[in-house]
């Protein structure tokens, strides 16, 4: 069955701090996937995109790296802000027309 | 601001009655997709239309139907409404239709069912 999963579901950090984020996935075949953050109330903004063949993807301060042979993704944020505050979202495209998303994890960064 | 608007922006209605979410996508886009989140859950896929034909359904129940116009403009009509179908109805749009190129997601229409 396609599935991906995010963990943890939610996170408490303080603003300065790191944090990683988790996404493993069974989908099959696989295109790309897909990390987006989501402002409460608002409609997701895509973070990155990362094909089969790559490992590492940087956007500012956030880094998501991509483990094909595991199927495992993570996104790192670095020294947090309190607009991170947010939900993060896994998509794995695969390649059949078919996003399976992830229920997400909700990032709640503190001053 | 993603250049995706979706109107309107709220929409409050009783059950059995039927209502019409509208999204225009970016300017230059052919493909447009639509999603369901319902309080608390994730995204679900429910359709995409590119130049006007359907390209893909996801988890689209048989009470919605989606068109895509001529001038790309798309409509995501819900009859028979339930309050499970209370949820924020995003709109996304692509230049192509290939699941590779960026997505850009409208603001949404909440809707409550009552």
């Known amino acids: 069955k396609n599935q991906v999963e995010q963990s943890p579901q939610s996170l408490i950090i303080l603003e300065g701090k790191n944090c990683t984020l988790q996404c493993n996935y069974t989908v099959s075949p696989f295109s790309n996937l897909r990390w987006y953050k989501q402002d409460t109330g608002r409609g997701p903004v895509s973070l990155t995109i990362m094909t089969f063949s790559e490992n590492t993807k940087s956007n500012g301060r956030y880094t998501a790296t991509l483990d094909a042979d595991t199927k495992q993704s993570s996104l790192h944020i670095t020294a947090s802000q309190l607009s991170d505050s947010a939900s993060y979202i896994c998509v794995v495209f695969s390649g059949t027309y078919k996003y399976i998303f992830g229920t997400g994890t909700r990032l709640k960064v503190l001053a | 601001d993603s250049g995706v608007t979706q109107t309107p922006k709220h929409l409050i209605t009783a059950t059995g009655q039927r209502v019409t979410l509208r999204c225009s996508p970016r300017s230059g886009d052919l493909s447009v997709y639509w999603y369901q989140q319902s309080l608390d859950q994730g995204l679900q896929f429910l359709i995409q239309?590119?130049?006007?034909?359907?390209?893909a359904k996801g988890n689209i129940l048989e009470r919605f139907s989606a068109q895509q116009f001529p001038d790309l403009h798309s409509e995501l009509n819900l009859s028979s409404l339930e309050l499970g179908d209370s949820a924020l109805y995003f709109c996304?749009?692509?230049?192509?239709?290939?699941?590779?190129?960026?997505?850009?997601f409208g603001p949404g229409t909440r809707l409550t069912v009552t």
């Open positions: 996304a749009s692509s230049a192509t239709g290939q699941g590779a190129r960026e997505q850009y």
């Open positions: 239309y590119y130049n006007g034909e359907e390209r």
